[in-house]
C-alpha cells in the first residue's frame, strides 16, 4: 500500500469512529484496523534507504547510474 | 569639360559606385520597420527597411540568421549593424546585414515574448495540462549542474525534510550553446527509464543570456511531454522563463523547489500520531455512547422493581395496622386486664390454675398490681 492510500484510510476510518453511528462490534474491528494502518503509515515513512545517486554517461553513450558523493560538490562553486 | 568623351562600361561604373558607397559608409547602423520579407529556399532572408519617406533594400544572409533568436516579420521595428553596398547584377545599392536587434529591446526579450505567445496559443501552459506532484516520491530526479549552490541547497533541504530521501542527478550544462539538448535528453531519459516520481529542473540566477537555454521551443516541449511532474526553478524569484510556465509548478529558488516536492517528515509522523490519539478518543467515546444506553435500561428495570417492592410494602404495612389492631395492649386500653400467674408470668386463661395462696400478676392499661388468690371458682 501506499503511505497516501493508507493515511487516506486511516482518515475514512477515524470519520467513521467518531460519527458513531456503527455498532460496538464494528467499531472496535476498525479501531483496531486504524491502529494496524497507522503502524503501517510510520513504517513506510521510515522504510526508504537514503540514498543519492548521479547519472553518467560511458564511452558508448549509455547512462549508468552510481552514487553521488556531496564532497565531490565541494569546493567547487 | 571634357577634351574627349570617356566612355564607361555599365560595369566600370556600378564598380565605381560601389567603391564610393563601401568606402564612404562602410559599416553603419541603421534603424527602421520591416516590410516585404520573404525568406529563399537557401534560407537567406531579404526585406525592406523603411520609415515614413524612403526605403532601403537589405540583405540577411542564412549564417547570419540562424543566429537571430527572435523571428523577424513585417512591420518589426528594427535596427541594424550592416555594410552598405551594391549588388551589381540588379545595380541595387543595399545593405547586407551583420547584427539585427529589435527596437527599444533586446533581441532575447523580444525572443522570449515571441516564443511565449506562440507556445500560449498552442496551448502548452494550460493549467489542465499540468500534472499533479506525488504526495511523497519515492525518488526525486533533479536535473541541474552537478557542482555548485544549486544542488547543495536542494539536497541540505530534502534532508531536512525528510532524511531518508531518495534523489537521482541528471547532470547538465546549465547555460551555452549545449544545455538545450542536454536538458532534453535528461528529461527523455527521466521519462524512458521510470526512475522518478517528479523531477526538479534548476538552475541558479543570472542574466537572461545566462538562463537562456530554458527559454528554449525544444525545452519546452520536453518538459510539456513529459509524463513525470517537473517542477521548475530557474533563477531568481523574479525571473521567469518559458520552462516556468510549462512545468507543472513553479518554484521562486531551487530551495523551495526541494520544499514542494517533499513533505516534512515530522508532520507527517505528528499527524500519523493524531490520528492515533483521535482514534482512542473516538473509542472511549464511543463507549460512554453505549453505556448511556444500557443505563437507561438498567434504570427502567430498577424502577419497576421499585414499583413492585412499593407495592408490597403498602401491603406490608397495611397488614401491620391490622396487627396493632390485635395488640392486646389495644384491649387494655378499653378496660380489660390480663392476669399472669407468678413466679413465672404465665397468662392465665383459666381459675382452675390457681389454688388458693398462689400470687399473682395484674397488668391493667397502666401499670400492674400483685394479689394473692383466696379462693377459686369454676365456669359462671
Not at chain 1, 483496531?32 to 553518467?56: F, H, P, V, W
Not at chain 2, 540577411?60 to 551589381?88: C, H, M, N, P, T
Amino acid at each position: 500500500m501506499k503511505f497516501e492510500e493508507a493515511l487516506h484510510k486511516l482518515e475514512r476510518i477515524v470519520e467513521e469512529l467518531e460519527a458513531g453511528n456503527i455498532s460496538l462490534d464494528k467499531a472496535i474491528k476498525i479501531y483496531q484496523d486504524g491502529m494496524l494502518i497507522s503502524k503501517q503509515c510510520l513504517e513506510l515513512l521510515d522504510k526508504a534507504e537514503k540514498k543519492i545517486q548521479i547519472c553518467s554517461k560511458d564511452k558508448d553513450g549509455n547512462i549508468k547510474v552510481k552514487s553521488f558523493k556531496e564532497k565531490d560538490n565541494a569546493g567547487k562553486d | 569639360m571634357l577634351k574627349e568623351k570617356q566612355v564607361l562600361t555599365v560595369s566600370q561604373l556600378t564598380k565605381d559606385i560601389k567603391l564610393i558607397l563601401e568606402n564612404t559608409f562602410g559599416f553603419v547602423w541603421v534603424e527602421g520597420e520591416v516590410s516585404n520579407l520573404r525568406q529563399s529556399a537557401s534560407g537567406h532572408i531579404y526585406f525592406t527597411l523603411k520609415d515614413n519617406s524612403a526605403q532601403i533594400k537589405c540583405v540577411l544572409f542564412k549564417q547570419q540568421a540562424l543566429g537571430i533568436k527572435f523571428q523577424l516579420k513585417d512591420g518589426l521595428k528594427i535596427v541594424v549593424f550592416s555594410k552598405l553596398s551594391v549588388y551589381e547584377r540588379d545595380g541595387q545599392y543595399q545593405l547586407y546585414i551583420n547584427l539585427v536587434e529589435p527596437k527599444g529591446k533586446g533581441s532575447l526579450q523580444l525572443a522570449f515574448e515571441q516564443l511565449k505567445g506562440r507556445l500560449a496559443k498552442e496551448g502548452l501552459f494550460e493549467p489542465s495540462h499540468k500534472k499533479p506532484l506525488p504526495f511523497l516520491p519515492k525518488t526525486i530526479g533533479v536535473i541541474t549542474s552537478p557542482t555548485g549552490a544549486v544542488i547543495r541547497d536542494i539536497l541540505h533541504v530534502l534532508e531536512r525534510r525528510f532524511e531518508n530521501f531518495r534523489v537521482l542527478i541528471y547532470p547538465v550544462k546549465v547555460q551555452g550553446e549545449s544545455a538545450k539538448m542536454e536538458i532534453v535528453e535528461a528529461i527523455k531519459y527521466f521519462n524512458a527509464a521510470d526512475n522518478a516520481d517528479v523531477i526538479i529542473l534548476a538552475r541558479g540566477g543570472g542574466s537572461i543570456e545566462d538562463l537562456w537555454a530554458f527559454n528554449e521551443e525544444a525545452v519546452a516541449r520536453a518538459i510539456y511531454d513529459s509524463k513525470i511532474p517537473i517542477v521548475s526553478a530557474v533563477g531568481h524569484e523574479t525571473d521567469f522563463t518559458i520552462a516556468d510556465f510549462v512545468s507543472d509548478l513553479r518554484a521562486p529558488t531551487p530551495s523551495r523547489a526541494a520544499e514542494l516536492v517533499i513533505p516534512q517528515k515530522r508532520d507527517l509522523c505528528q499527524n500519523i500520531k493524531d490520528y492515533i490519539a483521535q482514534l482512542s478518543r473516538a473509542l472511549k467515546d464511543f463507549m460512554p455512547q453505549r453505556r448511556q444506553r444500557l443505563d437507561s435500561l438498567l434504570d427502567a428495570l430498577r424502577r419497576g422493581v421499585e414499583d413492585v417492592f412499593e407495592e408490597k410494602k403498602q401491603r406490608f404495612e397495611l397488614e401491620v395496622s391490622k396487627l396493632q389492631q390485635l395488640n392486646p395492649l389495644g384491649i387494655l386500653r378499653r378496660g380489660y386486664s390480663v392476669t399472669l400467674k407468678m413466679p413465672d408470668e404465665e397468662m392465665l386463661f383459666d381459675a382452675g390454675m390457681l389454688r388458693p395462696g398462689e400470687r399473682v400478676k395484674t397488668r391493667l392499661h397502666k401499670g400492674s398490681f400483685y394479689s394473692t388468690v383466696e379462693k377459686t371458682q369454676g365456669d359462671e
